[in-house]
Each structure stands twice: as structure tokens, then as C-alpha cells.
């Protein structure tokens, strides 16, 4: 059956009407974006509907936004284009409601009945959006929920964390946790799982948000509501109690409707500790309580004062300016890495190439011995939490430790080790998705576990089609972890003539396909062989890995559908 514009219209309508807000009246409100309620949001859409009209008298872009909202078949990468066809810059005012509901129906798609006939590059594709600007809390939440929960073990951990990230770095944690708490539609269990993953990453963006803000403007706070210092706080006896007892003190005067006596012992809670955990324990609190049954509109005081709370702390701990400048900072980071590792193809690589030998079912975890010095390194990055999601052997921890160490031997200020924070955060991720491929680093008796370019070339290891894992480049988060392969080896001479340089890919571990620009490698021997230990404090080192051959086979499946539009590239010298 033909579709019209109509057709379009109502199945939009339709969606943000099915909205479900679970009566938190006090977060979505109808001018605070991106905290919008469904009737704003409603309204909003039909003001863009109205331009939206227009560019849609295009037969192509019809036809376009048809098959999107109404997909007859599974989507394909191709559907970026459309998106960016449909929606050119600046066609649209904000918030771009017509837009992000569109990406919500392929999330939604993609990640729930069709997640075996896309190519997992779609969903990050997709997600790729919205870690560059901030979309409504509501049309979002449910998509990345689905994503985060994969009720089907067939999500990698890769895809999850970009989506835990992708709420964490554009809402405020408290939100999203009182959000998850009330929602009916989560079993407990599922709960639990959300709560443990972003968690992990807000320990992350707090450690971004420490490097900007102190211990003064907690003692400025402490000066205003308390009238002494927050260190001479905490040593008061009364508030000398566990944090799980001080959280059924501030429940219980909340239950007598005691807002004065709750808001001092509130205070101190959002002082002391981190919102997160706060409402963790609120959650286990009330759910195990008789009295605070899941629909008691007592349960949703507790929220409501809770929020309160967070909310004045929050706006007095850190200021707008801060705000800004960490999530453009955020923002900035993500766009170099997004463009560092864009897809090399023209057309599509049919998801089923993709997926066709992709590991059935999840991969079990598995424990491994801990190497003390890593703990501590993860400690100092705040990224304990997010390696507990997902544990990595200990030539792994080797690995980390050893770039780790670049922290130790540099002076960094603040903007610099916010980068290396989020550049380490990465590196993590990629070891993490080793593990969760099977892939190992390996170690052998020559030089070190990170080589150089002139080392590998001098062990006779840079031969074509070689694969090798780079650790990126630090600075500025400029270049991401990855995956490389030799395409040409002595391809280009050096400054002297000789063929030192070889020409390499970045490799999608998602799809095994070539992703960003081909580069050089230049193995030439600048230096005395002592002095070549790889310390990668200026460029990028590399480790020797061994790849699961049903892995490699996928891989070379998807790269042959790229190597003529990669021969191009090269001709064309658009190399780094």
C-alpha cells in the first residue's frame, strides 16, 4: 500500500503521544530542553512538520522518508545519506524533533527485531548523532535503554558504551536514574544492569568535571547552607553515620513530611557523595519498603524532594560556563574521532557480509588475575567501574599500564589530562572489545610489548596484510586505538631514497571494514636502536595480535566489497 505525507505525519504524531513521562511532572516541563514534556514536544513537531511540508514535495525525498518510517525491508548503512539528504543544516529549527525521530525508528529497528540483518556500523552511526548534539530526553531514553539492556545478547560491548555515553555526556545523572527508577515497564533486574552501566561512565565524566571544578566551591556550599567549611562538615557527629543510614534518615523525614529537617540531612548526602549512588540506595530503599509501594504518590515526594536537592547543588557547584565548556569539550573530542575513523566505502557492505560470522549468542565473561599497578591506574582515571563490565586479561593490563605511564612522565594541565583521560577511556573500550573477540596481544622475547615502526620493520613483521593494533595517539585524543593492516609495505621512500614507508589501513572492529584515511607508517631509523623503546609520548606505538580465523575471514569479505575505492584513495596520495 502507497504511503502519503499524511501517512508520515500521523505515525510520527502517533510515537510521541505513546511518550511515557511516569508522572515525573517536576523533570519534563514544557521549556526546559532538553527535559521536554510530550505535550511540548507534540507542539514542537508540528511547528517543523510545517516547513518539513515543503522539502518533502520532492519525490526522492519522499520516497526517502517513506521507506524510513516505513521500512519494508531491514535498513543498510545507506540510510545516513538519507538522513542527511532529508534534513539538510539548518532546514529545521530546534529541536529537530522530525529528525531525531526519524533516527529513533531505525534505533528502534535496527536494535530490536531486524538486529540480525544490520551491520552493527549502523547503530554507531546512528548513535554518532547524538554524541554530537543533545536530543529530547524522551525521544531518545527508550531506543538506548533497548540498546544498553540488549535483551538479546546480540549487541557488543563497544555499541553499549557508546550508548551509555551518549546519556551520560547529555543528561544529568540524576535524571536519567530517577527516570529508570519509576519506570514500570523495567523489571528490576533490568534496572540493576542500567544503574551498574552508567555508572560506570558517569564515574568518567566526573573526573572531566573534577578537573574544572574543586573542593572550594564544595566549601563555598557548605559555608551557605551549613555556615562552617565542608571539612569541618563531615567531622560533626551528627552526620558521622553510614551513608546507607544516612539515606533511611532522610527517607524517614521525608515519610513525616518533614521537608526541614530532610533538607539538611539531603544537603549533606549531595555534598558528601555522588548523586548516582544517592539514588541507588533511595531506589533499593523504596522498593523494599511496604509502605512505599511503586505507585504511592509518597514515593513520588521522595523523588520530587530529592531532585530538588540535586538540582540546587548542582547549580551551585557548577556553573554554566563550566558546563558549556566541558560538554563542548566533550563534543569537540567525539568529532575528531568520529571523522579519524569515518567508513571507507562508496554505496554499501551488505549487512549480511557483516554479520553472516558473527559469534552466536554472548560472550561469557571471564575472570582474570589483576595486576596491582593497573588497579591503581584505574583508580586514578575514575575508570574502575567500566573495566568491571567488562574484565581484560593481563597482557591487556600491560598494555594499558604502559600508556598509562605517559601521565607519570609528562607535566599535564588540566585541558591535557582531560584528553588523556578520554583518549585512556577509549583505550579500554578497544582492549575490552579484544577480550570480547577473542583477539590477544601478544608478547614475544624481542624489545618490548609496544613496538615502533622501525622495530616491527626489523623484525621482518610489516609484510602485506599484516594486522597490527595501534595504540593511537594521546595528545589532544587526536588519533583513536585501533586496528591496522598493511596494505603496501615499502611502498614510499623516506627523505634518503630508501622504501621505509608503508602504506596502512584502520580497521573497523565492528565490521572488519576500512575505516578513515589510508596513512604511512615510516619505519626509518632516526635513532641509536637503545633509544627506540616505544614510550608513545609523541606518536603512536603498536602491538603484535593474533585474530580468530573465522574473524579474519568475515574481515576480508567486507574489505575486498572497499579495495577499489581504497586503490583511489591511495592514487590520490589522501593519506595522513
Excluded at 513521562?21 to 505535550?39: A, E, I, K, R
Excluded at 568529532?335 to 562508496?346: C, F, L, Q, S
Aim: charged content about 25%; some cysteine.
Amino acid at each position: 500500500m502507497p504511503f502519503d505525507i499524511e501517512d508520515i505525519h500521523q505515525s510520527i504524531l502517533s510515537h510521541i503521544k505513546a511518550f511515557k513521562t511516569y508522572s515525573l511532572d517536576f523533570l519534563f516541563t514544557s521549556n526546559n530542553h532538553p527535559y521536554l514534556d510530550t505535550d511540548s514536544i507534540y507542539a514542537c513537531f508540528e511547528k517543523e512538520w510545517k516547513i518539513a511540508k515543503l522539502l518533502l514535495g520532492d519525490k526522492d525525498r519522499k520516497q526517502d522518508l517513506v521507506d524510513i518510517i516505513f521500512p519494508a525491508k531491514p535498513y543498510d548503512l545507506t540510510v545516513i545519506q538519507k538522513l542527511h539528504d532529508i534534513f539538510p543544516n539548518s532546514s529545521l529549527p530546534h529541536p529537530f524533533i522530525f529528525l531525531d525521530m526519524c533516527i529513533v525508528k531505525i534505533l528502534t529497528e535496527t536494535s530490536g527485531k531486524c538486529r540480525n540483518h544490520v551491520s552493527p556500523q549502523l547503530l554507531l552511526e546512528l548513535l554518532n548523532f547524538h554524541k554530537l548534539r543533545t536530543p529530547e530526553f524522551l525521544t531518545i531514553i527508550k531506543p538506548i535503554i533497548q540498546i544498553i539492556l540488549d535483551r538479546e545478547k546480540k549487541i557488543n560491548h563497544v555499541i553499549k558504551s557508546h550508548a551509555c555515553e551518549v546519556l551520560i555526556n547529555n543528561y544529568e545523572i540524576e535524571a536519567i536514574f530517577i527516570y529508570i527508577s519509576r519506570n514500570t515497564n523495567l523489571k528490576e533486574k533490568e534496572k540493576q544492569v542500567l544503574f551498574q552501566s552508567l555508572t560506570a561512565f558517569q564515574k568518567i565524566y566526573r573526573k572531566f568535571l573534577e578537573l574544572r571544578v574543586g573542593i572550594r566551591e564544595k566549601d563555598l556550599i557548605s559555608l551557605n547552607w551549613f555556615g562552617v567549611s565542608y571539612n569541618q562538615l563531615r567531622q560533626k557527629g551528627e552526620w558521622r553515620d553510614s551513608f546507607s543510614n544516612l539515606v533511611k534518615r532522610f527517607i524517614a523525614y521525608l515519610k513525616e513530611r518533614n521537608k526541614k529537617e530532610a533538607l539538611q540531612i539531603g544537603r549533606f548526602l549531595v555534598l558528601r557523595f555522588n548523586n548516582e549512588d544517592i539514588l541507588r540506595v533511595i531506589h533499593y530503599e523504596i522498593s523494599r519498603d511496604p509502605h512505599l509501594s511503586f505507585e504511592r504518590p509518597l514515593a513520588q515526594f521522595i523523588y520530587r524532594q530529592t531532585f530538588k536537592i540535586m538540582q540546587e547543588f548542582r547549580k551551585s557547584y557548577i556553573s554554566q560556563k563550566v558546563d558549556t565548556e566541558l560538554t563542548r569539550a566533550i563534543s569537540e573530542t567525539e568529532a575528531r574521532t568520529i571523522d579519524a575513523m569515518r567508513m571507507v566505502t562508496v554505496g554499501k557492505v551488505p549487512a549480511s557480509v557483516v554479520v553472516e560470522r558473527l559469534h552466536k549468542g554472548a560472550h561469557s565473561r571471564k575472570t582474570y588475575p589483576i595486576l596491582p599497578e593497573f588497579m591503581e591506574k584505574l583508580d586514578e582515571f575514575n575508570l574502575r567501574a567500566l573495566f568491571e563490565l567488562y574484565p581484560i586479561p593481563p597482557v591487556s593490563q600491560q598494555v594499558f599500564n604502559l600508556l598509562a605511564n605517559i601521565a607519570d612522565n609528562m607535566e599535564l594541565d588540566h585541558d591535557e589530562f582531560f584528553h588523556f583521560i578520554a583518549y585512556m577511556e577509549k583505550l579500554l573500550i578497544f582492549l575490552q572489545r579484544f577480550t570480547e573477540m577473542d583477539i590477544t596481544v601478544e608478547k614475544d622475547s624481542c624489545y618490548g610489548l609496544i613496538k615502533n615502526p622501525y622495530q616491527l620493520n626489523s623484525l621482518n613483521l610489516i609484510k602485506e596484510g599484516a594486522y597490527f593494533a595501534s595504540t593511537g595517539l594521546w595528545y589532544q585524543n587526536t588519533i583513536p586505538p585501533s586496528i591496522i593492516r598493511c596494505i603496501r609495505p615499502n611502498a614510499i621512500p623516506n627523505c634518503i631514497g630508501v622504501k621505509d614507508r608503508h602504506i596502512f589501513s584502520r580497521i573497523s572492529l565492528l565490521t572488519g571494514g576500512f575505516r578513515g584515511s589510508p596513512f604511512d607508517l615510516d619505519s626509518t631509523n632516526r635513532y641509536d636502536w637503545d633509544e627506540e623503546d616505544e614510550t608513545c609520548l609523541f606518536r603512536p606505538g603498536y602491538t603484535q595480535i593474533s585474530i580468530p580465523q573465522p574473524i579474519l575471514e568475515r574481515w576480508e569479505e567486507t574489505q575486498n566489497i572497499q579495495k577499489s575505492v581504497l586503490k583511489e584513495l591511495i592514487q590520490e596520495k589522501q593519506w595522513n
